[in-house]
């Protein structure tokens, strides 16, 4: 074993992304504005996507977002699941949607 240098252990990827799922990426300013320090974009948004982002962020399954929009803006359950698909569609466009998958 002489001569022969140990190799470096490096982070395998699927740490850092444990890591960047675990760690808040998006900073909230009011219900209006959400920045994503991950890929440093500023992005508008109305108070659904707000409550959509905020949820997912802390922790809230996929499948009760839309009970949580139905029971915040009083809005039928079919208008309140389109809002949700409607936003993963958009996430899933700007290749964001794996950060927020719990």
């Keep these: 074993m002489r001569g022969k240098k140990r190799a470096k252990c490096a982070k395998r990827p699927v740490d850092r992304i444990a890591t960047a799922r675990?760690?808040?990426t998006l900073r909230f300013y009011g219900d209006e504005f959400v920045f994503d320090t991950l890929s440093g974009m500023l992005y508008r948004i109305n108070p659904t996507a707000s409550l959509i982002?905020?949820?997912l962020q802390?922790?809230?399954r996929p499948e009760r977002l839309a009970d949580e929009i139905q029971e915040r803006f009083g809005i039928s359950r079919s208008a309140a699941l389109r809002?949700?698909?409607l936003l993963r569609n958009d996430l899933a466009g700007i290749e964001a949607l794996d950060r927020f998958a719990p």
């Design 58 to 60: 802390g922790g809230t």
């Design 83 to 85: 809002d949700v698909e």
């Design 22 to 24: 675990s760690a808040s």
């Design 53 to 55: 982002l905020r949820s």
